[in-house]
């Protein structure tokens, strides 16, 4: 009874957990840019003051600064409007109060995480609403839980595009801000550092700065800012701590033209702009503990029935005793990886940059068209090829040796020995083999008068000599599975194949074939699977050349990550990969599934 | 009449045993010139027509293998894989058992969930698993090269299959005498099981040493190289010196062709068992 009870209100409170949950990251991810404004409101407020104090700044450089937004207001009026932020200034005139309202723009609610957590929390309902009709669940309901994990991690995941988009909208507002701010000072006379005050940044100071770091990159929306704009020249990214907070920031060269009315030592100025505040996302700690939550919670209210059957509870028990080491172990190194890297690969996410702009689909997009990965992912499905020669080779070998075991037995050892000795010091030996002149194929071809052909060194040839080593390879493991598929195979079926008159194609054709087509598939998906993550071959032997031919998809990834150091891109080429190699799997699935339904 | 389908017979075995051996000479070719050139001198193997040493050259093992840490090597491999087998034997025969012979919901949609991993390419959890160890400050060090290989889940399928092929009486018999589940784990099924697990045992051991992305990626000093990272930097290092290099080679194949020749049944068995279902 105990346990009706409880299954009746899991689906409720799951219901309810949805809906909270996707209202809590909402509320999280709208406030990250609603304190960024009122930041930059204040920054701004404080910026017009001190460039209203500089001797020469008319007061239309403050006002066009702000665009219209600030109000000067009477001398010693003090304080000002609700929300307005007012700094004294007083160069011009005893002291003025500038007073800036808190900015209007932006500030859409994120539509799209509205409408996923709405769908969310309505499909919770549908199906709690479904539920109470039917028996108690036998298993754990694992659709419904994995349809709300996926939707809590789309609305994380939209929520924190919008917010981002604000952060970044409002990141190119202030570089424009300061930008006005130190050419009004700047024009004013005013020397670098307190053109930089003026800006509203008063640790922009050149010593601070040091060098900057150029692998580093500007967050996109900057970056197109700059581009933009015709007076800056060039860009570095900074990472400033003030405040207690750090800060990634750009800094752009300004350079003076010559008919500008103050010198400085150098003809360029850097400025410094606020870029955004890089904290630990709330948005996904929040989702992970929402998850998780959400699945203990569900959990426990699932097995709550069970402890009304202490020999089932003890039983449960006990074989979780049994299943932590290795669960344990797949959580942290397998599931938690594939989530950790679905997640790096919507960042900008670059080793050296300890900032991980985040970046949407946008790495997606850009390998789209990108023409060396697609010609990476081709030299792959190409070398793929080799996989049903291999079978086929493999097959006849294993047919070969179907009737004695002891021919069986020692070409075992010739035959296996590729595919599991180490694939470096294979690849060692054939690029001696297939050396251009000393190699012993060509030194073959020679003997029987034919030209030497460039096995590695011509971007025609190079995948086909890689394809033919690979046929070597896994021929010798291939045979020993179809061996054994063979030896399912009932000789009864022969001897009454024999007795009606079929011939040995016959045979092959109505009786192996059909006999082996479970070997065939697991061979010919293992095999493919396999194929797909060439690596030692091209990095030894060909590191991908010449000319690319030979770069193949996880050479090419490698390449990306741990060369370029680009690891956000590469993420996102893995993830298409797998992309590739899930559709060809599940595509061998369906055309098996059809014909064994037809036969 | 009987004569001559004895004849026949007779020549299509011929002729099977004649293309057995041109596919085992061809298939071999590969080993046997890195052997030969492995013993010619540095400058022979570039003599038009010289296929073999003219006299053997003993001393280019010794050379070759000094030129590079080759004896660290070989412990940092023999290190890496046996602590490999250690815990993929832990993790693989726990969980295994615990999937065939104990009852507890949602047991098959976890295995399924468990099973799926392995249509997942490896490189994928490359970059997030390069990431927590170098986060974990573990790279260049054994507990880096270890910790994420410590779990296979073609070896917890293979243990699961086999626990489920072992009656249930004798566990059953145990459980009356008032033993408990991890007794029966112990002391009755994984008895039992030791061909299985030699089978996993052999074939982790053998991934483990063949494995050449991963300690590539976290390994940085010379002192921490496993036998295929050393070889591919002996590769580039000696690029031109072709012996060197086969004596490298040759030192790696040797103990897993070794090892192969004394253990055979367990590898083909191994391959049957995942082969057909």
Redesign the interface.
């Known amino acids: 009874m105990r346990g009706e009870g409880a299954a009746r209100v899991i689906p409720l409170v799951a219901a309810g957990a949805a809906a909270a949950a996707g209202v809590v990251i909402l509320a999280v991810a709208a406030d990250a840019p609603s304190r960024a404004r009122e930041r930059a409101t204040r920054a701004e407020a404080r910026a017009a003051a001190s460039l209203y104090e500089l001797p020469g700044v008319a007061e239309a450089d403050v006002l066009s600064l702000l665009d219209g937004r600030a109000r000067i207001v009477a001398p010693e009026a003090g304080g000002s409007g609700p929300g307005a932020h007012a700094y004294r200034a007083g160069a011009l005139e005893p002291a003025a109060w500038i007073a800036v309202e808190p900015r209007d723009e932006g500030g859409r609610w994120p539509w799209a995480a509205s409408v996923l957590a709405l769908f969310g929390a309505l499909c919770m309902a549908a199906w709690a609403a479904g539920r109470r009709r039917s028996p108690p669940p036998?298993?754990?309901p694992?659709a419904p839980a994995f349809l709300c994990a996926a939707t809590f991690a789309l609305v994380a995941v939209a929520a924190q595009q919008w917010a981002h988009g604000e952060l970044g909208a409002m990141s190119s507002s202030r570089l424009a801000g300061a930008l006005r701010a130190a050419e009004a000072a700047g024009a004013a006379g005013a020397d670098f550092e307190t053109a930089a005050r003026a800006a509203g940044l008063p640790w922009a100071s050149s010593a601070a700065l040091g060098e900057p770091d150029r692998i580093w990159t500007m967050p996109r929306e900057v970056g197109e800012a700059i581009a933009a704009d015709p007076r800056l020249r060039s860009a570095a990214r900074y990472t400033v701590a003030a405040g207690g907070a750090t800060y990634h920031g750009g800094a752009v060269a300004l350079r003076r033209g010559p008919g500008a009315r103050a010198e400085t030592p150098d003809d360029t100025l850097h400025l410094v702009f606020l870029g955004y505040e890089e904290t630990a996302s709330p948005t996904v700690a929040l989702t992970a503990a929402a998850l998780g939550s959400a699945l203990v919670v569900s959990l426990v209210l699932?097995?709550l029935p069970?402890a009304a059957r202490p020999r089932?509870l003890s039983?449960?028990l006990?074989?979780?005793?049994?299943?932590t080491?290795?669960?344990a172990?797949?959580l942290l190194?397998?599931?938690?990886?594939?989530l950790?890297?679905l997640w790096?690969s919507l960042h900008d996410w670059r080793l050296v940059d300890p900032a991980h702009p985040f970046a949407g689909l946008a790495n997606y997009r850009a390998l789209l068209s990108d023409g060396a990965w697609w010609s990476a992912v081709r030299n792959t499905g190409v070398f793929t090829l080799h996989v049903p020669l291999a079978m086929a080779v493999a097959l006849s070998?294993a047919l070969?040796?179907r009737?004695?075991r002891r021919?069986v037995?020692w070409?075992?050892?010739?035959?296996?020995?590729?595919s599991?000795?180490?694939?470096?010091?294979?690849a060692?030996?054939?690029k001696?083999?297939l050396?251009d002149?000393?190699g012993?194929a060509n030194?073959a071809l020679g003997a029987i008068g034919l030209g030497p052909v460039a096995w590695l060194s011509s971007p025609d040839a190079a995948l086909v000599s890689l394809m033919v080593i690979g046929v070597?390879m896994v021929?010798?493991?291939q045979m020993?599975?179809f061996?054994?598929?063979l030896a399912?195979i009932p000789r009864v079926w022969y001897d009454a194949a024999r007795v009606d008159g079929a011939g040995p194609w016959q045979r092959f054709r109505h009786i192996t074939l059909p006999g082996l087509r479970?070997?065939l598939f697991?061979?010919l998906v293992t095999s493919v699977?396999g194929s797909?993550?060439v690596?030692?071959l091209v990095?030894?032997m060909t590191e991908g050349g010449p000319l690319g031919a030979t770069d193949v998809?996880?050479y090419h990834?490698?390449r990306e990550?741990?060369e370029f150091l680009r690891?956000g891109n590469?993420?996102a080429m893995?993830?298409i990969?797998?992309g590739v190699?899930?559709a060809a799997?599940w595509l061998h699935f369906r055309l098996l599934e059809r014909r064994g339904a037809h036969a | 009449m009987p004569d001559a389908r004895t004849a026949a017979r007779r020549a299509t075995?011929l002729a099977?045993?004649l293309?057995?051996a041109i596919?085992?000479?061809v298939?071999?070719?590969?080993?046997l010139?890195?052997a030969a050139?492995s013993l010619m001198g540095q400058l022979e193997?570039?003599a038009a027509?010289r296929?073999f040493p003219e006299s053997p050259l003993w001393s280019n093992y010794p050379e070759a293998l000094t030129a590079q840490p080759f004896g660290r090597y070989f412990l940092n491999s023999l290190i890496f894989a046996t602590v490999v087998v250690a815990g993929q034997v832990?993790?693989?025969t726990?969980?295994g058992?615990?999937?065939a012979r104990?009852?507890?919901?949602?047991?098959?949609?976890?295995f399924m969930v468990?099973l799926a991993?392995m249509?997942?390419?490896?490189?994928?959890?490359?970059?997030?698993?390069?990431?927590?160890v170098d986060g974990l400050g573990w790279i260049d060090s054994y507990r880096g090269l270890v910790?994420?290989e410590?779990?296979s889940?073609w070896g917890?399928f293979l243990m699961r299959q086999y626990f489920r092929t072992l009656p249930r009486e004798l566990e059953d018999a145990a459980r009356v005498d008032g033993a408990?589940?991890?007794r029966i784990?112990r002391s009755v099924a994984l008895p039992l099981a030791k061909p299985a697990v030699a089978t996993l045992a052999l074939f982790a051991f053998?991934d483990a040493?063949?494995n050449?992305?991963w300690p590539?990626?976290v390994t940085r000093s010379m002192e921490m190289r496993v036998?295929?990272?050393g070889?591919?930097a002996f590769?580039s290092t000696y690029e031109i010196n072709?012996p060197y290099?086969?004596v490298?080679?040759?030192v790696?194949?040797l103990p897993?062709?070794l090892l192969?020749?004394f253990t055979?049944r367990y590898?083909?068995r191994g391959?049957?068992l995942?082969?057909?279902?």
Not at chain 1, 318 to 323: K, M, N, T, V, Y
Not at chain 1, 333 to 338: A, E, H, Y
Not at chain 2, 119 to 132: E, H, Q, S
Request: proline letters at 4%; charged letters at 5%.
């Open positions: 036998p298993r754990f694992a699932f097995l069970l089932a039983g449960t006990a074989a979780w005793g049994f299943l080491p290795a669960a172990l797949l190194f397998t599931f938690g990886p594939l950790f890297s790096i070998l070969l040796t009737e004695s021919a037995r070409a075992r050892l010739a035959l296996f020995l590729p599991i000795t180490s694939v470096v010091a294979i060692v030996v054939w001696w083999l050396n002149g000393y012993l030194r070597w021929v010798g493991y020993v599975v061996q054994a598929g399912a479970h070997t697991f061979v699977i797909f993550q690596f030692g990095y030894v998809a996880v990834i490698y990550a741990w690891f590469a993420a893995s993830w990969l797998f190699v899930f799997t | 075995g099977r045993t293309l057995l596919a085992c000479l298939m071999a070719a590969p080993f010139w890195m050139t193997v570039f027509g296929l832990f993790t693989a726990t969980a058992y615990a999937f104990c009852d507890f919901p949602g047991r098959d949609t976890l468990f991993t249509m997942v390419p490896a490189v994928i959890v490359l970059i997030p698993r390069f990431l927590m910790s994420t410590l779990v889940v917890i408990g589940h991890w784990f053998i040493w063949k050449f992305m590539l990626l036998v295929e990272v070889i591919a590769h072709w290099q086969m490298a080679g040759v790696a194949a897993i062709a192969f020749l055979q590898f083909v391959i049957q995942q082969g057909i279902r």
